[in-house]
Nanobody, 121 residues
C-alpha cells in the first residue's frame, strides 16, 4: 500500500515556474514507477510525464516537453515536477501516481488527491 500526497500547487503568471512535490508513504517507494497527470475543468485526465523505478526511462507528453522536468529522490520517498515557462493551458489539477511501469495510460495502482495549478494570462 502506498499513499501519495501532492503539494506545491498555486497561482502563477504566464511564463512563471512552480515545483510540485509528491511524497509517498511506505518503504517500497523505489520499487514504483511514478507518473504525473493533470485534469483541467471539463476535460479528461491527461498524461504529463512518467519516470521509471530506476530513473532510467522518462516519457514526457509533447505538450510539456522542454518545459517540465520530473525527478525522484528515493531517500526522501518523493517525486518532483519542475514546471517552467508555464502557460494558461497548463492550468489543471495535477495528480501523481505510482505503478509498475512508466506508461502514459492511467493504469497506475495508487493516486494522490491532486494539487491545483493555475496559470494566469
Amino acid at each position: 500500500q502506498v499513499q501519495l500526497a501532492e503539494s506545491g500547487g498555486g497561482l502563477v503568471q504566464t511564463g512563471g515556474s512552480l515545483r510540485l512535490s509528491c511524497a509517498a508513504s511506505g518503504r517500497t517507494f523505489s520499487s514504483y514507477a511514478m507518473g504525473w497527470f493533470r485534469q483541467a475543468p471539463g476535460k479528461e485526465r491527461e498524461f504529463v510525464v512518467c519516470l521509471s523505478r530506476t530513473g532510467g526511462m522518462i516519457n514526457y507528453a509533447d505538450s510539456v516537453k522542454g518545459r517540465f522536468t520530473i525527478s525522484r529522490d528515493n531517500a526522501k520517498n518523493t517525486v518532483y515536477l519542475q514546471m517552467n515557462s508555464l502557460k494558461p493551458e497548463d492550468t489543471a489539477v495535477y495528480y501523481c501516481a505510482a505503478g509498475t511501469y512508466c506508461i502514459s495510460s492511467a493504469l497506475y495502482d495508487y493516486w494522490g488527491q491532486g494539487t491545483q495549478v493555475t496559470v494566469s494570462s
